[in-house]
């Protein structure tokens, strides 16, 4: 008696071949299981008790075999999968296409079915070569409804015709492997594919929006933001423009250097990324800067900037500036460094700002500026030449060197004109040097109105004019506004004829100083105004007393006076954590936010 087990190599099952009357003899080989060969055995007769009971024994054995074997594939294919997911890729087969439609337009709705009990991550869906980013969930066998967009060029519906078959690539993650269907599907052509009310769309992600920015990672990309004007955009990385602006690189561009990205009303963050070595020389660029202009729009954020050559040899300059131009809109946390802005033509006028040259309209917040800045015939400002109309500066600061024989130069604005609310919170220690000319300011250079508000300089303004305009330690000229909780200590020095300067104001016309004083022993000036009428304006440290009485906390001496013990009390300054200042022993005090 033969005991060798049917359904092996040594005693196979037979089946019946309906249609050569033959035996068909199954090798169930795990190497290749669906091989057959043929068998020479004679049959049992059809029909008889031995044929019923040997085919009965035949489909039981045969199920537990294939079970048997179905669990060893089915293990085996599982240890491919989870191997493979460590590649990363795969070819899926777990979505279907319920339903679509299609318009003209070259807009479609498509309903994806999960068919697989596991949810997936939808991550692009294509159609024609056109491709649809999403990343959206889809639960274990269930559907969601995708709208795809502009797919003109590759899955079309003409005028008048009823389908069309295109093929859609699906792209999806499950059980973090990366999969790709893909189905053909004659689609319905419809006159609008618009979703009706119950009906919930997934739309695709919209790259250069707040949610999706693009990543700028080299000069090159931070070139071509020229291209989307109102796109997002976001570092992705430290960016140095220092080659690609020079001769032989990308962009050198014949000796301009970067090309000012033109009005941008879209944003940038910088992710707190720097940009650096940028190049510039224009000769007939109204705006010299990153950005020539940015609208209210725009929104400017995190960024650092350093090492910039900007040359503007233009008869007329509209604003040069590290950051813009002309300034637009929401800008905080930007910090200019180690850098240079000239304007050398001599028969023009221009605005040179660290930052911006003009800051128009909007709110600039946490800056700061350290630039050297030359200038002819020039407002000029650490931060900003010229803030005006609704601009804001708050919580900045600027240092450097700012040479110009323009009027309108301070250390951190030349000028603050219009309904701009003005200067709060802010801080300069910028030396400043007016060369021919005398309006000039460690803080401001020329105010006609607005406010200057908590906020004092350090820094040494010089002035060699023979005019007499007026120069001074926080403002040159005062011709309207208000200097409220402010000082100054920098020295002002004349060496010209005709200056008029004074330790806080040089010349004031119509403006109101409140609570606020001048360092007189520092600034070398002992009057607060050299021109004009100053009230509420204090001078301390006299040369003829302890020059670090006013610093002192002696018994019988007030406390960093004038700032608290005021004759009306509601103008005490306020110190602390939360307050706009904090005391600093044997020194000035300082803002809280430093």
């Not at 085996?76 to 899926?92: A, D, P």
């Not at 709208?147 to 005028?159: E, K, P, V, Y």
């Not at 997934?202 to 090159?220: A, E, K, R």
Request: glycine residues 12%.
């Amino acid at each position: 008696m033969n005991n060798s087990a049917q359904g092996t190599i040594e005693e196979p099952f037979f089946l019946r071949n309906k249609s050569s009357k033959q035996n068909l003899k199954v090798l169930l080989d795990p190497q290749n299981p669906k091989d057959f060969a043929w068998s020479g055995k004679k049959s049992i007769a059809q029909g008889t008790v031995e044929y019923l009971v040997i085919l009965a024994v035949v489909v039981v054995i045969s199920l537990v075999v294939v079970g048997i074997f179905t669990g060893v594939f089915s293990s085996s294919s599982q240890q491919v999968i989870n191997s493979s997911s460590k590649l990363g890729t795969s070819s899926g087969s777990g979505v279907s296409i319920v339903d679509a439609v299609l318009d003209v337009e070259g807009d479609s709705l498509i309903k994806v079915n999960n068919t697989s009990s596991d949810p997936i991550t939808l991550t692009k869906i294509s159609a024609g070569g056109v491709d649809n980013d999403f990343s959206e969930q889809v639960v274990g066998m269930d559907s969601k409804t995708f709208s795809l967009s502009d797919l003109t060029s590759g899955c079309t519906c003409a005028s008048g015709q009823k389908s069309v078959n295109c093929e859609y690539t699906i792209e999806y993650t499950q059980n973090e492997l990366s999969k790709t269907d893909r189905i053909n599907k004659t689609i319905d052509c419809v006159t609008n594919s618009v979703p009706v009310d119950d009906i919930k769309v997934v739309y695709p992600i919209v790259f250069g929006t707040l949610n999706y920015p693009w990543v700028i990672s080299n000069c090159v990309e931070l070139q071509d933001m020229n291209n989307h004007l109102d796109g997002n955009y976001i570092l992705g990385n430290d960016i140095n423009c220092y080659d690609d602006t020079r001769a032989g690189g990308a962009l050198y561009n014949g000796g301009a250097g970067f090309i000012p990205i033109p009005l941008f009303s879209g944003s940038l963050n910088g992710n707190n990324h720097r940009i650096s070595g940028i190049f510039m020389y224009t000769t007939n660029q109204v705006y010299t800067s990153l950005f020539s202009q940015t609208s209210t729009a725009s929104i400017l954020n995190n960024l650092l900037l350093s090492d910039f050559n900007i040359i503007s040899n233009t008869p007329f300059s509209g604003g040069v500036g590290a950051l813009a131009g002309r300034g637009k809109g929401s800008v905080s946390n930007i910090h200019v460094s180690s850098s240079s802005l000239s304007a050398l033509n001599s028969n023009g006028n221009s605005i040179v700002g660290g930052l911006f040259g003009v800051f128009q309209e909007g709110s600039l917040r946490g800056c700061s500026s350290d630039v050297n800045i030359f200038t002819q015939k020039s407002l000029a400002g650490g931060v900003a030449a010229l803030l005006f109309t609704s601009g804001v500066i708050s919580n900045c600061y600027s240092n450097g060197i700012i040479i110009s024989n323009g009027n309108g130069i301070g250390g951190l604005v030349g000028k603050l004109d219009g309904t701009a609310p003005g200067v709060f919170n802010c801080y300069s220690t910028a030396d400043v040097n007016l060369l021919g000319s005398d309006v000039g300011g460690g803080l401001v250079g020329m105010m006609a109105s607005g406010t200057i508000e908590n906020s004092y300089s350090t820094g040494r303004v010089l002035t060699t004019s023979v005019w007499g305009n007026g120069s001074g330690g926080l403002v040159g000229r005062f011709w309207g506004g208000t200097i409220n909780n402010s000082f100054s200590t920098g020295r002002v020095l004349d060496i010209g004829t005709g200056a008029v300067i004074g330790g806080l104001v040089g010349y004031n016309n119509a403006g109101i100083i409140t609570n606020s004083y001048w360092d007189i022993t520092r600034t070398g000036k002992t009057v607060c105004c050299g021109s004009g009428s100053c009230t509420d304006c204090f001078g301390k440290n006299s040369a003829s007393s302890d020059p670090n009485a006013f610093f002192s906390n002696v018994i019988g001496l007030d406390y960093n006076v004038p700032m608290q013990h005021n004759i009306i009390g509601a103008n005490d300054w306020t110190f602390g954590v939360d307050a706009n200042w904090v005391r600093v022993d044997n020194n000035y005090p300082k803002l809280s936010w430093q």
